[in-house]
């Protein structure tokens, strides 16, 4: 699995897979690749977001690259070269511009969560990051993902509780 880059024959953003075929003997005698628009992955990943929640996925230079407000493209074609002609919706930012203190949360090796304020939207939310787990005999891709919930909705049913408690006892 690739690092997302834009097809230089395409110049669609994707992300590349490739595996040898190998004969009955084990000698390899081809391979085949596929490439997954970004935007494939996008709509994929819609089916599990709900209102007030976003998903930033993040490359390996943790550069968010899609999220749920679409692709923040990088600028690095399938050949290594850079595209300097063209302007995209999104570009590929850090996560730390988006959220001011994801550092220590993306410094992590461990699934974690956190509060922080999301700058872009300038609401205060609940944070769970989770790290590409290493999967034996498959390359390390070292993707990252943030998934982000106003704290609004996170702590409503607490201060429903709450409530329920104060007017119980009342």
């Known amino acids: 699995i690739s690092q997302p880059s834009i097809s230089t024959s ?3 953003f994707s992300i590349y897979t490739a595996s040898p075929i190998k004969d009955s003997t084990g000698n390899n005698i081809g391979f085949v690749r596929a490439r ?14 709900k ?26 074609k399938s050949d290594g070269s850079t595209v300097a002609d063209r302007s995209y919706d999104y570009e590929a930012i850090t996560a730390e511009k988006i959220f001011a ?10 699934p974690t969560t956190a509060v922080a304020n999301n700058t872009q939207t300038n609401v205060e939310q609940f944070l769970a990051y989770a790290p590409a787990k290493t999967i034996p005999g498959l390359p390390e891709f070292n993707w990252q993902a943030i998934l982000a919930t106003d704290t609004a909705i996170v702590y409503a049913p607490q201060r429903r509780l709450g409530l ?3 007017l119980g006892s009342g």
């Open 10 to 12: 395409s110049g669609i």
């Open 36 to 49: 997954i628009p970004v935007k494939v992955l996008s709509q994929l990943l819609q089916n599990y977001t």
């Open 51 to 76: 209102e007030g929640s976003q998903y930033y996925l993040l490359d390996n230079r943790g550069r968010v690259f899609l999220g749920s407000t679409g692709e923040y493209v990088v600028r690095t």
């Open 101 to 110: 203190d994801a550092n220590a949360l993306l410094s992590s090796n461990i």
């Open 164 to 166: 329920v408690f104060i």
